[in-house]
């Protein structure tokens, strides 16, 4: 594990950064670099010293606690869709993975020249995964705007974002899951949890405070507070708009500002925030929606993880929109 230290620390969030190339040794923050190599890494799992990352490619990135870095495959029941922003992207291990070897799956698949979005259960057996049970299939989806995060509550509930599939008016459709986020019930069934939103692609919780973050059409980045059965609006209002019966947004970049936000967590009381096209990790205070700070350097940022003691992430520059610079893409650690 390579360990590197720059001391600058950048408090002003920076306008106009558009996919900047990667340079870490300009990094504005002290990190660590744990592995190298990874292919369009997407989202991050850890489990004791060990670290497992999805990859849109359709394999899992397994890390062991050296840092070596093993890809291994899955067995999908459908063909991966080569669409942009397509693949294998949510996937989140069950609380009880290191005795049932059992997580969640989301991809995006073609069938019969089509395109979909699917929840499955996934099984770990001799290094390989194959898709255990289809949870939710037929998810329309267009050629972007797939969501895909897959995240579990306190309680171990499984939550899902999915985008509007580039057909707005579904988002407020609730005959339709597109453009919402969902709940895995009792029943193994998904329930319609909020509804409105464009392209989701992180949740959170801090306590009992749930945060989802959100594409904005143009500019217009969204940092949702989420409540059970609320419509938070695209495609009637975006950004700091208001429509009565519709929820305006905790957060958003404003229309002059893009981040094109993904994974999210609550590190240390504050919200940390993936950004792709913002090239950064740009820090909230849940108290104030202030941003505090922005943590540039590592490019496009997929993915952000806190398992209570320390901050993870993932860059996302070999996803097709990034400057790849040498090993990437990479998973670090944040030293604060």
């Known amino acids: 594990m390579k360990k590197i230290w720059t001391p600058s620390i950048i408090l002003l969030l920076l306008a106009g950064c558009n996919n900047a190339a990667p340079n870490p040794e300009e990094a504005t923050a002290p990190f660590d670099e744990i592995a190298t190599g990874l292919e369009a890494p997407w989202a991050i799992n850890k489990t004791g010293d060990e670290f497992y990352i999805s990859e849109r490619a359709g394999t899992v990135a397994y890390i062991d606690e050296e840092g070596a870095l093993t890809r291994q495959k899955v067995s999908f029941s459908d ?54 049970e289809v949870l939710l299939e037929g998810i329309p989806t267009g050629n972007v705007h797939h969501g895909g995060r897959l995240e579990l509550d306190e309680n171990g509930t499984l939550f899902a974002t999915v985008g509007d599939a580039s057909t707005p008016d579904l988002a407020q459709d609730l005959a339709s899951v597109n453009g919402k986020l969902l709940k895995l019930n009792n029943l193994d069934e998904f329930e319609i949890y909020s509804h409105g939103h464009r392209n989701p692609q992180g949740i959170t919780w801090d306590g009992d405070t749930m945060y989802a973050s959100e594409h904005g059409q143009s500019a217009n980045d969204e940092i949702n507070i989420i409540e059970e059965g609320h419509n938070y609006g695209w495609p009637a209002i975006e950004g700091d708009a208001s429509e009565e019966g519709m929820v305006s947004p905790f957060f958003t970049t404003g229309s002059d500002e893009t981040w094109a936000p993904s994974g999210i967590d609550i590190h240390n009381g504050s919200l940390y925030v993936a950004a792709l096209r913002g090239t950064a990790i740009n820090v909230l205070d849940p108290e104030s929606a202030e941003v505090t700070d922005s943590i540039e350097g590592f490019g496009r940022v997929r993915d952000v993880f806190s398992d209570g003691d320390s901050l993870y992430f993932i860059s996302n520059n070999t996803d097709g929109r990034g400057t790849p610079a040498d090993g990437d893409d990479k998973l670090y650690k944040l030293n604060e």
């Open 79 to 132: 063909s991966l869709s080569s669409a942009a922003e397509a693949g294998f992207l949510g996937f989140v291990l069950k609380q009880d993975f290191d005795e049932s070897q059992e997580a969640y799956g989301y991809y995006v698949y073609e069938r019969d020249g089509n395109d979909y979005n699917k929840i499955v259960t996934m099984q770990l057996d001799n290094g390989q995964w194959r898709e255990n």
